[in-house]
């Protein structure tokens, strides 16, 4: 079982920044692919960005290319979201989420077997 805890969501202006962590037990947090997730309201939960176990390949959603970056701690058990240039429409509940089994990042929500509660990320234009 692994839980993860997020943090670091708030109120920011278009343009902003901000960095969201997600803290994970137990310490075998190196065995998994970590991914964030978001969800508007109204819409599905979309994929934002993913992280290979070492840290060495990362994959992206389009909307956020060359805007965030993600990496990792395993000596934290932490993953780590640095948001930039953020517009309105990244407004979201973000989630981070673990991936037992994949070989590469994968975008995939139904891939990913452990979830955070979320954190809610507001753009004010």
């Known amino acids: 079982q692994v839980q993860l805890v997020e943090s670091g969501g708030g109120l920011v202006q278009a343009g902003g920044s901000l960095k969201l962590s997600c803290a994970a037990s137990p310490r075998s947090f190196i065995n998994y692919i970590m991914g964030w997730f978001r969800q508007a309201p109204g819409k599905e939960r979309e994929f934002v960005a993913a992280?290979?176990?070492?840290?060495?390949?990362?994959r992206f959603a389009d909307s956020v290319k060359g805007r965030f970056t993600i990496s990792r701690d395993n000596a934290k058990n932490t993953v780590y979201l640095q948001m930039n240039s953020l517009k309105p429409e990244d407004t979201a509940v973000y989630y981070c989420?673990?991936?037992?089994?994949?070989?590469?990042?994968?975008?995939?929500?139904?891939?990913?077997?452990?979830w955070g509660q979320g954190t809610q990320v507001t753009v004010s234009s």
């Open positions: 989420a673990a991936d037992p089994r994949g070989l590469q990042p994968r975008d995939e929500a139904y891939e990913y077997d452990y």
């Open positions: 992280i290979s176990r070492g840290g060495g390949r990362t």
